[in-house]
């Protein structure tokens, strides 16, 4: 059965950094297309960073530079450093896994808020 798992989120003030983890288990994440999505209230959920089994990442424009996904693959995670933290990065914050680029088999975790104060 496979889990994915997030941690890390918490409160912040705008300049700060944080760094989510997302654990997956039943799933080796060197072989799936890993993920980092937020969803803030009313709005969708989309897109922040990727990293496919190759190792290339893919980041939404609003956080380059300031973003990194990373992964491990002997703890089986995938993180998510956050550096210089803005007020608009405030969401929850989603971990998914895939078994190719368009999705398929996906795995969501549960979420982790993150909130940047100003």
């Known amino acids: 059965q496979v889990r994915v798992v997030e941690s890390g989120g918490g409160l912040v003030q705008a300049g700060g950094s944080l760094r989510l983890s997302c654990a997956a288990s039943?799933?080796?994440?060197?072989?799936?297309?890993m993920g980092w999505y937020r969803q803030a209230p009313g709005k969708q959920r989309d897109m922040v960073a990727t990293?496919?089994?190759?190792?290339?990442?893919n980041y939404v424009d609003s956080v380059k530079g300031r973003f990194t996904i990373s992964r491990d693959n002997a703890k089986n995670t995938v993180d998510l450093q956050m550096n210089n933290l803005k007020p608009e990065d405030t969401a929850v914050y989603f971990c998914?896994?895939?078994?190719?680029?368009?999705?398929?088999?996906?795995?969501w975790g549960q979420g982790t808020q993150v909130t940047v104060l100003s």
């Open positions: 998914k896994a895939a078994t190719n680029q368009y999705g398929l088999g996906a795995k």
């Open positions: 990293i496919s089994p190759t190792g290339s990442t």
């Open positions: 039943g799933r080796p994440v060197s072989s799936n297309y």
